[in-house]
């Protein structure tokens, strides 16, 4: 087993800055380590060029800035064509990076959800009708803006269309050219206190971090995980993360699914705790 990470924009021989630690914990504890120009597979201009320096024949789990699906679809091929192969394939990322790839697994222990295909506003309001008035929250598949909370965020009441359609609508602006899926509107819950991450091996939580935001927020002492578990096994996805906050009711909610390989880990956790966990066949 391989460990990729994004090259130094400026030095591509070097690890980007950001994922130095994690690629230098690696080295330590025996991993083979290559580069991938994240840049090139982004955008799909060159993905052959961008992993020239992968060896074949490998299996290789990515650790780097986000992909889109597509993106990811098109590292995975180029890795293919020199006979390596990814951990997480094509098809696991995508249902761990989009909403609509975990919600049905995971609709027990999440908010209620309706999505669209594309960014139209018939599909939108259909969605709308159909998780009915109310506070909501609205996302695309894989990313909500909630820097930009009452803007792009959070709509005070489903039943007001056009004040729906206004947020959507800048959210999907702020996204740009990285909107993805379709719009997908949450029923609004109430959390209290920061978010967690737990890190998940094949089904199981092997690691529990601070979220990224709030790195420095001590762990709780009652979260329990037990319900989850099968849950989580039953995706059978390789390696993902999943966020936890509390309900003003006491009761932990999922905030968030994602892909393991692209989510970040808290300045709080050290690096090689991170690397312990990946599996090494």
Same mark, same amino acid.
Request: aromatic letters at 10%; proline letters at 7%; hydrophobic letters at 45%.
């Given at each position: ?9 400026? /030095?591509? +021989?070097?690890?980007?800055? &950001?994922?130095?630690?994690? !690629? %230098?914990?690696? /080295? @330590?504890? =025996? ?6 120009? &994240? ?12 992993? $020239? +320096?992968?060896?074949?024949?490998? *299996? *290789? ?20 064509? +020199? =006979? ?20 049905? $697994? ?5 908010? !209620?959800?309706?999505?669209?295909? =594309? ?39 489903? $039943? ?25 509107? +949450? ?8 978010? *967690? /991450? ?10 529990? @971090? ?5 790195? %420095? %927020? ?10 989850? &578990?099968? !849950? ?7 390696? *993902? ?19 393991? %390989? ?20």
């Amino acid at each position: 087993m391989m460990l990729l990470f994004p090259a130094d924009v400026l /030095r591509p +021989r070097r690890v980007d800055e &950001h994922f130095a630690g994690e !690629a %230098q914990a690696a /080295r @330590t504890l =025996g991993w083979p380590v290559a580069l991938v120009d &994240h840049d090139a597979v982004a955008n799909g201009s060159d993905c052959a060029a961008a992993v $020239a +320096r992968v060896p074949g024949d490998e *299996v *290789v789990i990515y650790r780097g800035w986000m992909l889109s699906s597509r993106a990811y679809d098109g590292l995975a091929g180029a890795l293919a064509a +020199r =006979g390596t192969r990814l951990y997480t394939n094509a098809e696991q990322y995508r249902c761990g990076h989009e909403l609509p790839g975990w919600y049905a $697994a995971l609709s027990a222990f999440t908010p !209620a959800s309706a999505w669209t295909i =594309g960014a139209g506003w018939d599909g939108f309001d259909t969605a709308r009708s159909a998780l009915g008035p109310g506070p909501a929250v609205v996302r695309d598949y894989s990313k909500s803006m909630k820097h930009y909370w009452h803007e792009a965020t959070y709509i005070p009441d489903l $039943a007001d269309a056009s004040a729906a359609w206004r947020v959507a609508g800048r959210m999907a602006e702020l996204r740009g050219d990285d909107f993805a899926g379709g719009y997908v509107l +949450r029923r609004y819950e109430p959390f209290t206190g920061a978010e *967690v /991450r737990t890190w998940w091996i094949g089904g199981t939580c092997r690691l529990v @971090t601070a979220h990224p935001d709030t790195p %420095q %927020q001590p762990l709780p002492d009652d979260l329990d995980l037990t319900a989850l &578990h099968p !849950a989580i096994a039953g995706l059978d996805l390789p390696f *993902v993360t999943v966020d936890l906050a509390r309900r003003t009711d006491g009761v932990w909610r999922i905030v968030e699914l994602g892909d393991g %390989q692209v989510s970040d880990r808290p300045a709080s956790a050290a690096p090689e705790d991170l690397i312990t966990i990946l599996p090494r066949t």
